[in-house]
């Protein structure tokens, strides 16, 4: 079956502008989460969504938020952004909870904004 | 999630078993250890998880001590591909679909 898609692979921004970066999840699977990967911090959680409703909340601004449409596809949004935003942007998709180990990342959309 | 600490880096001969430490001295009892492992400009993948006992399934095993204060995950004939940085995770079962990564160990094998 398809894994977790990730859209656009690659992208560049310039500082001071918006992006909104996309995930759709595995076939059934109802929860995605997100999370932020830079060098310097490592793998950081974001945020999590589950049919429709953010059900947790990793330590970021405001800048970044997000949704979950009705078919559990996902969007992320960055406003105003910043050179430190630059990094590799995971989602997770998961049936249910994460015990049941069917928690599968994409590969991520890498923004490096100049 | 208790706090977990692995070695930064290690070393394996193709074919031979990689043997990943992990400590979490101050993992409580219904934390189960979750490994992860990143291969280059992909996201993480699944390996194993556990709470007391040893497991085994197709790609590793995973050896917790009997007081659980740390564990190890065995890769029993490292390849190539198997080169990758390897998370280990201690959280319970009601915290959520997220997860606290740590460093990680960042496995090189080398033929």
């Known amino acids: 079956k398809a894994g977790v898609t990730q859209t656009p692979r690659y992208l560049i921004k310039t500082r001071g502008q918006q992006v909104t970066l996309s995930c759709s999840p595995i076939?059934?699977?109802?929860?995605v989460s997100w999370y932020q990967q830079t060098p310097g911090q490592g793998l950081q959680f974001l945020f999590e969504?589950?049919?429709?409703?953010?059900?947790n909340k990793g330590n970021f601004p405001g800048r970044f938020s997000g949704r979950q449409f009705s078919n559990s596809r996902s969007e992320m949004n960055v406003s105003t952004l910043e050179l430190g935003d630059s990094a590799l942007y995971l989602c997770a998709s998961s049936l249910g909870s994460l015990v049941n180990y069917g928690y599968t990342f994409g590969s991520g959309t890498r923004l490096t904004v100049v | 999630d208790a706090k977990t600490t692995q070695p930064p880096s290690m070393d394996c001969a193709e074919g031979r078993a990689a043997n990943l430490p992990c400590n979490h001295s101050?993992?409580?009892?219904?934390?189960?250890v979750y490994w992860y492992r990143q291969i280059h400009s992909q996201g993480p993948q699944y390996i194993i998880h556990?709470?007391?006992n040893n497991e085994t399934n197709e790609m590793a095993s995973l050896i917790i001590t009997e007081d659980r204060k740390s564990s190890t995950l065995i890769l029993p004939h490292a390849t190539l591909r198997d080169t990758a940085v390897y998370y280990c995770i201690a959280r319970t079962n009601n915290a959520g679909n997220m997860l606290t990564f740590g460093g990680g160990t960042r496995l090189m094998v080398k033929p």
């Open positions: 969504y589950f049919s429709e409703t953010q059900r």
């Open positions: 076939s059934g699977h109802r929860s």
């Open positions: 101050t993992i409580s009892g219904n934390e189960y």
């Open positions: 556990g709470l007391k």
